[in-house]
């Protein structure tokens, strides 16, 4: 055991997260049979769904009204007979509940990478779940905690106090991991990113997806500049097209790994050394793969992905639709792993916002600004022209200056302060083709897009 997880689990233990346990159980699923881990699952599942009928009436309510009644005591609840529970519906549960649901939770945010803020509660178990998942996860990849890495990641959208940098800063030594921003990523930056792995020499970088690829292209673009080549990579927040996992593997990092994931859930899925999918957080989550009439779709057929948080009692995230379509699988991996496989996820690649010099910044910050603001239920950025930004925003009620001052600030600092913003309150956000409501459109260059296979590079 590292000395940071050594840390981190008496920390945890001592603080009575059961860190310790959960980490644990953890490792011993590794060795469990399929069905062994099915049935567990399913007993989770019967028990969560009986917690959330009990605890929280507008989901009991929601379920009435679809399956003309409440499952009776001993009978088995199937998910494919239970309600799809939506954004909509958890905004207002979220916005009815006026303490949290159980004692300890705490509240939790996305800001919708659709552009539909969600606000949710989290117990400590489920926290600890979820660090447990992604830490054996990324563990495939050779990037867990206390791996040598570094972060081509993002920076607090507002900053942090005195108190909070040093303990940020402190774990992130003890996890021998280094934070480099790339929110603004112009030449200038990636010059400085491959200077700082340069210095580090991480065995693994970690980043979005579509930085990644941006840092890929420059260090083909410089060669030489680059002087260190990590063992692995893992993506994260985004998809890649084909050609891009051969253009990070063949600059940045002898191998590549893929993540799935989200902020209502954190990892939900990770590749192996197979790259021939997802091995899903079975032990964690029920993940489906389903039709429009909410059904199971058949394996090798894509469909919407519904997910079931197993472990959090503050939230009914039953059958909730992330928003994402993915093609399930019935084949298992070659690799051993007892978990599910999810054979591919449709999502979005990297949209950008453009400064008023040119300078192309990744729009990944947008969700992590807009959840800071409980009055937006939906956004979406419209740019015609570098240096200026339309947001159109979803709210109940009138929007007023003091409510948009503090947004447009946040965006002028990430885009120059010569950035002109205008707001236009709306009641829906437009669509792409392809049903989804992407956060930024774009009328500079073909920048938003979606793509159809996220596994297929």
Known sequence: MNIFRYIANIYGDLRGYHRSQIRAEARRNLCRTPDSLKESSDRLFQRRVRDALTRFPL?????????????????????????????????????????????????????????????????????????????????????????????????????????????????????????????????????????????????????????????????????????????????????????????????????????????????????????????????????????????????????????????????PFIRYEIGDWGIGSDQPCGCGLPFPMLAAVNGRIQEFLHAADGTKVTALFVPHMMKEFGWVRGYQLVQAKPGSVAVRVIADGVVMATMTDPVAELLRGKLGSGTVVAFEQVAELKKSPSGKTPIVVSFVDNTTQVIRNQNSA
């Open 59 to 315: 989901y009991a309510d929601k379920v009435r009204a679809h399956c003309g009644g409440l499952p009776k005591c001993g009978d088995v609840i199937r998910p494919a007979e239970l309600p799809v529970w939506t954004r909509d519906d958890q905004r207002c549960l979220f916005s009815a509940l006026t303490a949290p649901p159980v004692p300890g939770a705490f509240v939790h945010a996305t800001g919708g990478s659709t552009g539909e803020p969600t606000r949710f509660y989290v117990t400590r178990e489920s926290y600890e779940w979820r660090m447990a998942m992604a830490d054996r996860g990324y563990s495939w990849a050779e990037a867990e905690e206390g791996r040598r890495s570094v972060y081509v990641w993002g920076s607090p959208i507002k900053p942090l106090s005195w108190r909070a940098k040093i303990r940020a800063d402190l774990s992130h030594r003890l996890q021998r991991r280094r934070y480099f921003d790339s929110f603004v990523f112009d030449d200038r930056c990636k010059e400085a990113c491959c200077r700082a792995i340069n210095r580090f020499k991480p065995h693994a970088l970690v980043g979005y997806a579509g930085n990644l690829v941006e840092l890929a292209r420059f260090v083909q673009d410089h060669p030489g500049l680059l002087a260190w080549k990590s063992r692995t990579a893992v993506t994260a927040a985004e998809g890649l097209l084909p050609g891009q996992r051969e253009l990070i593997e063949s600059t940045l990092t002898d191998e590549l790994f893929m993540s799935y994931g989200s902020r209502e859930f954190s990892l939900i899925g990770m590749e192996c050394k197979e790259h021939c999918g997802y091995h899903l957080s079975a032990d964690n989550l029920l993940v489906e793969v389903v039709d429009e009439a909410g059904n199971p779709a058949a394996p090798g057929n894509i469909g919407r992905i519904l997910v079931t948080d197993l472990r959090n009692d503050a939230n």
